[in-house]
């Protein structure tokens, strides 16, 4: 049975006949018309907060019914069985027969989670030491290069998940930094053209930088040819044998100890993290060591904790309450009953820009997904279209399209109430409620349209904007390294429900695979080499052109 | 002449007893419980040699006794000897002096509290009064405080004010026997000069260390070219000697000092340079020792002679030998202490350490050693028996963090041997 033959989805589909003419403005209108002694607001209405986070959804077009009925599909699809299955360790990645077990990696030590009759806890606490270990040594200066000179930058290698979290929880915590005689700088790479890498070498100095190899598979070739890039560069400079370097130099994270030994990473270099922690998902395991080594320990175990908080919330808090649910499901509103299919993430803090592009992979490679679990071709819509970037950045760009283009899209708005609490800077704390001003301004407007401001509805044509977009506003009281963990789990908890409504596995990612497979084919060619089949013409001419283009600057070399 | 003292600085004490010893009742000004000279002291500064004999010496002999700060404050002569962080005590004991006086005043002041300072205090006296703070640079060198004090050839005094420069002058009198030089400017200029002079010098060490490290990479002798350079009359042989880095309290402090007013004012980097590779070069030792071993030293035994901050002392203030055995218990390697004044204040705070080991005998910390580190130069270290050592050592590697000992000569006998820039 298709979901779309739930009960629940057809009182949505017709409930939402009604409310695809109903305007937002006319929906807060409602509250200055109600005749109830003690009127509540959509604010009061629409709004849960919880632990230092509160979710706006008053800006969506729901009334208390879409609720209701939401809540409905939620129960016809069984939500609470399957948090259940996700927590304790169900094997609900079926197409790789494997549990999705990140929620395990922020249990804390005193908990137990069996998986084969084996304490998966206690591993993940082991690996936390050890990493705690290395941590520990590199910040206070004594890792040790090949020079004897402490360790002083860190360059993490990695693609997909093992690049944009760590990034992106870089920059986002920066203010967590503890203070210390000894700086860290930890650069990024992993562009698989060698553009990054090779710009970044030119200023670093090999004899005080150390690289983090990051691959759950460590076969992925983007990691892999700048790792070897970044070997034979210190070679050059240190003229020192590779075992020395590997040992001095290199980090491996991976899920494969074997390919790590057979690439040359010592096993006390070596981190690991297990095959039911997802690419996307695996920020909190060995992945976030460069986080932990941009904040110390005691900060990334804070994140962690804010992680956990918000699992714990996620699995207890009742549907109207809960916040990753309520995310969720409103999602599921727009995208299959009023046929949103854009999703705009707009952080109005600067330190998270990195967070749309981390978002994007989230959302995208867990729900955009077109077969159901029970590998049938599903005929209703999934993940949507993500995108985004910083807000006020982003007003100067793409704001126009969301205020006056033929596009419906879904926005989220997201913002510190405190900042720069310990600059002493009275023109920073200045600059930071200009963002928040601006923040509520396009929300307002988007959300009511002309109605936001007074007169407007008689201006010409092409200066009136009609509003009813929907967004929610994210607010959390300060960012910390607590609620960024909070803010993260969030999202792939509400990645979880909108998969359990959808019937898909969030878990795997089968549509990354086949490219990669024909780009091996593809190298063919382009190193001489004799391909198997012939490809399509576009292929082909385009082939033609660049080896044309190879062979005619050789030979002007000669 | 009754003189109060105050402050708890190594300047402090050899001035208290020196003044005591020429005929001065000197007080010590102590809000403390402790009535002990010797504890008061703290080990580091009793260590310095004939500071302790002198100081019971004289307080037996009532020259030199403890007196609470509200009653030295009613002393007509008073000298600060405090520690650079403690300006506003300063300030707070100058006020309180002016309050008990309407008469004639000196205070000298000899502490490192910057350029201008001196001045700062000057104005809570009343100058036309006669009321008076004068700059005294203080030029003691830790190990040698004593001789200083008794026979400097020069001094650096900053007054502007006739009758405190006269007095001043008396009460120095009898240090003056070889005084070639008393320069009398302001006090402001006085300060600056004493920074001066300081940043000068750490210049120099900077300077050579970093051509001994150039040296090294391009093969060539840093002792053949300290020589050329010192025979040149533009630039002498004094502090010329590379090695692993300076240390020690006020130089240190002072050299900061100077290097932050240079970054704020001028915004130069000059001497932050001068500091950054000095904390470098203190673990030049510890660097060789690891290349030497191929980045691994894991469970090795190292052994250290010296780690005071320079020979005379038993500081560790600031000193080298603080950086390498961190260094080396990070890596695991056990390490095996002589020296022949701070094994004390070692175990103080590595005594519970289980790879940190002290001997009283030199040649016992090198049983079984994987390496000797020579750190400080200590006289003793200078000519060693080396057959003794060969034979204790499990591999005769020596590692001369003060271009100590003749490469040639250890070569011979078949040590591996590495200097600095050498």
Redesign the interface.
Known sequence: MSVKDLPAWEALKEHANSMQTTHLRDLFLQDSYTDKPEPTSRFETFSVSHDGLLLDFSKQRITQKTVSLLKDLSQDCQLDQWKERLFSGDKINTSENRPALHTALRQPYYNQLLLDEHNIVADVHANLAHMSSMVG?IR?G?W?G????PIDTIVNIGVGGSDLGPLMACNALIDAQPETSHQLKVHFVSSMDGSQIANLLNQLSPATTLFIISSKSFTTIDTLSNANTARQWLKSASGVKDD?LN??HFIGVSASADKMDLWGIPKNSQLNFWDWTGGRYSMWSAIGLPIALHIGMAAFKEMLSGAHAMDEHFKHAPFEKNLPVQLGMIGIWNINFLNIHAHAILPYDGRLSHLPAYLEQLEMESNGKNVNRQGNVIDYHTCPILWGEIGPNAQHAFYQLLHQGTESVMCDFIAPARRYGGFDSTELEQQHQLSLANCLAQSRLLALGDAAIAGNDTAPTHKRYRGNQPSTTLLFNELTPFSFGQLIALYEHKVFVQSVIWDINPFDQWGVELGKKMATDLLKPLTNEQSSSPFDSSTEGLLCAILSQQRQSEQESH | MNIAIWGQELTAWATAGMLAQSGNNVYIVNDTEITDPVIMMGSSISNEPGLKDLIEQQFEKQNLQMIQSKSAVVIATHILSMNPAEFEQAQNTVAHIAKHHSDKVLIINQSHFGVGYTDKLQTLLDIDKDQVVVYLAENISEGEALKNIHKPKSLTFGSTNEWATMLTRSLLRPFSSQLEQLLVMTPKEAEFAKLSITGMLALRIGYINELANLAEQLNVDIDVIKQSLGADPRIGHHYLSPGCGFGGNTFSQTIKGLANLLSEKRQSQLLDTVLQENEKQKEQPFRKLWRHYECDIHKLNIAIWGVSFKPGSAALDCAPSLKIISALTAQQANIHIHDPEALENIEKLYGEHPQVHTYHDKYEALNKADALLLLTEWPEYASPNYDEMKDRMKAPLIIDGRNLLSKELLESLGFTYYGIGR
């Open positions: 040594r206070a004594q040790r090949y020079s004897g000179l020395l040992r001095r």
